[in-house]
DNA sequence: ATGGTTGGGGTCCAA
């Protein structure tokens, strides 16, 4: 048996909960991460996922604004949240499998949301990109402080940055737009070697094959235009990246009625 | 170069 995580930034998840049903039940992943719920706690549509068979819930909600929850069909042993640059922001949310659950050995799935980071991308203009800056220092310094060599950890969600140059449809004209310019990119790249993190989904499908998780909402012909980037990830431990069987990304879900700009990404870990 | 769309909460901000 294979165990399958997903994650997906769902832009409302009150208001695609039947998108999110649609999700469970056709792809039937173990455990979901979702990004932008935008709602607090008691506003998260907990009986629906009950119903479908996800009752372990792991919540970090906000008013309005982003917020992340992981929603599970096995037991969640403990959970937990770390704040980010002391912003109040509803970013992340640590859910531990217990040994014998998702694998032989604990678990950790860290579900993250980081900063867009607004337009300019300079920290001096603009408030919003040095948040985004710090927060991914702060996140290479707690990485720096486990051990992923011996650890079971997963790190999924929407990280809002496209790393590589062919993970934007194109890499000259986004040089300068704000998820792929250099500052962020030597940021991720210092973050990822911090673990060292394994890239789930290049693992899978390396360079130059192009892949993408969003395509804005602002164009008109999303699919015909293609201007995609991939701004979520799934990243594995060392010591788990020997368990990766597939990655799937749900393309489809961008033409769903009413959809998120974001679409699901999939893995399949061997147990 | 510019502007394009969406969601939440309230008459604008974040993405």
Redesign the pocket.
């Given at each position: 048996m294979t165990k399958r995580i997903a994650t997906w930034n769902i832009?409302?998840v009150?208001?695609?909960l039947p998108l999110v049903e649609r999700f469970l039940k056709e792809h039937n992943p173990d455990v979901l991460c979702l990004q932008?719920i935008?709602?607090?706690q008691a506003?998260f549509p907990s009986s629906a996922f009950t119903a479908l068979g996800y009752s372990h819930i792991a919540l970090n909600g906000q008013?309005?604004?982003?917020g992340v929850a992981t929603v599970s069909r096995l037991p969640i042993a403990d959970m937990s949240t770390r704040e980010f640059c002391e912003k109040g922001d509803a970013r992340h949310i640590a859910a531990t499998f217990a040994p014998g659950i998702l694998q032989r050995d604990e678990t950790v799935l860290h579900n993250f949301y980081i900063?867009?980071?607004?337009d300019i991308p300079d920290r001096e203009l603009n408030e919003?990109f040095a948040h985004k800056l710090d927060f991914l220092d702060e996140l290479t310094a707690w990485t720096m402080s486990h051990n992923l060599a011996r650890e079971n950890a997963i790190l999924a969600g929407d990280l809002?940055i496209a790393p590589l140059e062919t993970d934007v449809w194109s890499h000259k004209a986004l040089l300068k737009i704000v998820s792929h310019t250099p500052v962020e990119v030597e940021r991720m790249k210092r973050l990822i070697e911090a673990g060292p993190w394994v890239d789930a989904m290049r693992t899978m499908v390396p360079e130059p094959e192009r892949l993408y998780t969003w395509w804005?909402?602002?164009a008109?012909n999303w699919e015909l235009a293609n201007k995609g980037r991939r701004l979520d990830h799934i990243w594995l431990s060392q010591r788990l990246a020997p368990s990766l069987k597939s990655m799937t990304i749900l393309k489809d879900a961008r033409g769903w009625d009413?959809p998120s700009?974001h679409v699901p990404v999939i893995v399949d870990l061997e147990d």
């Open positions: 832009n409302s009150r208001l695609r932008e935008k709602c607090r506003e008013k309005g604004y982003h900063p867009a980071g607004g919003k809002n804005s909402y602002r008109a009413r700009d």
